[in-house]
């Protein structure tokens, strides 16, 4: 059995999750053609996440290890693009700081569950 949201939330789920990653690549879109170049690290962290929302809805499953390491990933590369902008920004710094402690957290996790013994697992 998959260990999605769409399991639960169906056809419903699928629909609001296409359409908002929409939105953002749209959104990205008009970052980039407004700001230039300067807006494009944002625009690119935007469409990352979308997508990877959307690959975890359709394809890979939302509490998977792979997807959470790559989720972490986009908050970790949000929070940088933010810092790159205004260095004192609080938000980005949570988001940085955040994304970094919960990669670890999982990365040694998943460490652990790979070297522990065959009877443990």
């Known amino acids: 059995m998959s260990d999605t949201?769409?399991?639960?939330?169906?056809?419903?789920?699928?629909?609001?999750?296409?359409?908002?990653?929409?939105?953002?690549?749209?959104?990205?879109?008009?970052?980039?053609?407004?700001?230039?170049?300067?807006?494009?690290?944002?625009?690119?962290?935007?469409?990352?996440?979308a997508a990877l929302i959307v690959w975890g809805v359709f394809r890979e499953g939302l509490r998977t290890t792979r997807f959470r390491i790559l989720l972490y990933v986009g908050v970790i590369a949000w929070g940088a693009t933010g810092l790159i902008g205004d260095p004192s920004d609080a938000v980005s710094l949570i988001l940085l700081g955040g994304g970094l402690l919960l990669l670890g957290r999982t990365l040694y996790q998943e460490y652990r569950r790979r070297n522990s013994p065959v009877y443990d697992r």
């Open 5 to 49: 949201l769409t399991d639960r939330g169906g056809t419903a789920l699928r629909v609001a999750v296409v359409f908002f990653a929409a939105l953002s690549v749209a959104a990205a879109y008009v970052r980039v053609s407004e700001f230039g170049l300067e807006a494009l690290p944002d625009a690119l962290v935007s469409v990352y996440i």
